[in-house]
């Protein structure tokens, strides 16, 4: 028996981030007791940028040739009997590309109690009290991936002959299995935000002077960009020619006697990738109080608080997928001709099982 049997494989581009930016902050921005004619700026800016770029590129080619052969023998011209027997050609090809993975967990999960308020302010005092929180992510995914797979193999267990043999001629040929398998899981990204909750926040102008101007703003802005993308461009060729056939056992002056064994071939390709998911939590949990309490005569008092969560998700994928096999099995063209016995040829079974499975592109957001 000759067996041969190749393992191949390619992994590329793992890449895993886990990152937390949790602050548990109290500010407070206040004018208070403030004088006559006065200008009070009491202001607050807390700005969170986080910028994270993970992308991969994967180039494979995997070219693999195969040949076996047991037949082509001769077993002519004995005085007396002449007989062959091969033995099986078996191969075994598996081929696994595994790579460019992007998965990144970000957790913003703090809170921000944020107050703004303008206390007892003096006459015709200009009084602002801010506290401005931004929070800024900005996540990119990238993946691009090319793939050749070449597979060839070539088993021969045929070609054989017992001819002009005085006494019989047999020829009994062993089976010819091929497996070749070949799977592609490529370009996949995964991204886990959570913002947290905002906590409470409060504006407010209490006791405020006559004609005095009071602002008490409170504003939190969350922006999250998040660009998923992938390329994925794969190209399968598998030949596979099985011969078992091809035999002959002429011209003998006994029995001529051809048995062939059987013909097997199984391919298997399954293509996978280009998978994009986001799951996006939080932003939304806030206490908020707002209020103008005591005001002086013709003061222009405004407490405001303002939230704004802006989330954009881009998420692309772009897939060219060729798969191409030329299959070729042959248990016949055998020959028991012109003996003064019986002649007899017996074939085997020639089985073809194909498998290919195409998953790609697919893009979730929850």
């Known amino acids: 028996m000759n067996k041969q049997k190749l393992l191949y494989g390619a992994a590329s581009g793992f890449a895993a981030l886990a990152f937390s930016l949790t602050p548990v902050l109290a500010a407070e921005a206040t004018n208070s007791n403030t004088g006559a004619n006065s200008d009070n700026d009491a202001k607050i800016d807390i700005d969170n940028d986080v910028t994270i770029s993970q992308e991969n590129f994967l180039d494979v080619n995997n070219d693999i040739s195969v040949n076996i052969n047991t037949g082509g023998n001769t077993a002519d011209k004995n005085t007396g009997d002449g007989s062959v027997s091969t033995g099986d050609g078996d191969a075994t090809v598996s081929i696994s590309n595994l790579g460019n993975s992007n998965s990144a967990s970000i957790n913003m999960s703090g809170s921000v109690d944020a107050s703004a308020s303008n206390d007892?302010?003096?006459?015709?005092?200009?009084?602002?009290?801010?506290?401005?929180?931004?929070?800024d992510f900005d996540l990119t995914?990238?993946?691009?991936?090319?793939?050749?797979?070449?597979?060839?193999?070539?088993v021969d267990t045929g070609d054989n002959s017992a001819d002009k043999n005085t006494g019989d001629g047999s020829v009994k040929t062993g089976d010819g299995d091929v497996e070749v398998s070949i799977e592609n899981m490529l370009n996949e990204n995964d991204a886990e935000v959570d913002l947290?909750?905002?906590?409470?926040?409060?504006?407010?102008?209490?006791?405020?002077?006559?004609?005095?101007?009071?602002?008490?703003i409170v504003k939190i802005n969350?922006?999250?960009?998040?660009?998923?993308?992938?390329?994925?461009?794969?190209?399968?060729?598998?030949?596979?020619?099985?011969?078992?056939?091809?035999?002959?056992a002429d011209k003998n002056t006994g029995d001529g006697d051809?048995?062939?064994?059987?013909?097997?071939?199984?391919?298997?390709?399954?293509?996978?990738?280009?998978?994009?998911?986001?799951?996006?939590e939080g932003g939304d949990d806030i206490d908020a109080d707002v209020s103008n309490d005591t005001t002086?005569?013709?003061?222009?008092?405004?407490?405001?608080?303002?939230?704004?969560?802006?989330?954009?998700?881009?998420?692309?994928?772009?897939?060219h997928i060729h798969n191409d096999g030329d299959i070729d099995v042959d248990t016949g063209d055998n020959s028991a001709d012109?003996?003064?016995?019986?002649?007899?040829?017996?074939?085997?079974?020639?089985?073809?099982?194909?498998?290919?499975?195409?998953?790609?592109?697919?893009?979730?957001?929850?």
């Open 296 to 319: 002086g005569f013709k003061s222009d008092n405004n407490a405001k608080v303002e939230v704004d969560n802006d989330l954009d998700v881009t998420q692309k994928n772009k897939t």
């Open 258 to 280: 051809v048995d062939t064994g059987d013909s097997d071939v199984d391919v298997e390709i399954s293509n996978k990738g280009n998978s994009n998911d986001v799951d996006v």
């Open 338 to 366: 012109k003996n003064t016995g019986d002649g007899d040829v017996d074939t085997g079974d020639g089985d073809v099982d194909i498998d290919v499975e195409t998953d790609v592109n697919s893009n979730n957001l929850d």
């Open 222 to 248: 969350n922006d999250v960009d998040i660009l998923q993308g992938n390329n994925l461009s794969v190209k399968n060729h598998v030949d596979v020619d099985v011969d078992t056939g091809n035999n002959s």
């Open 141 to 154: 995914q990238k993946n691009i991936a090319k793939v050749n797979n070449y597979v060839d193999i070539d």
């Open 120 to 135: 007892t302010t003096g006459f015709k005092s200009d009084n602002d009290a801010t506290v401005k929180v931004e929070n």
């Open 196 to 216: 947290g909750s905002i906590g409470e926040a409060s504006a407010s102008n209490d006791n405020t002077g006559a004609k005095s101007d009071n602002d008490a």
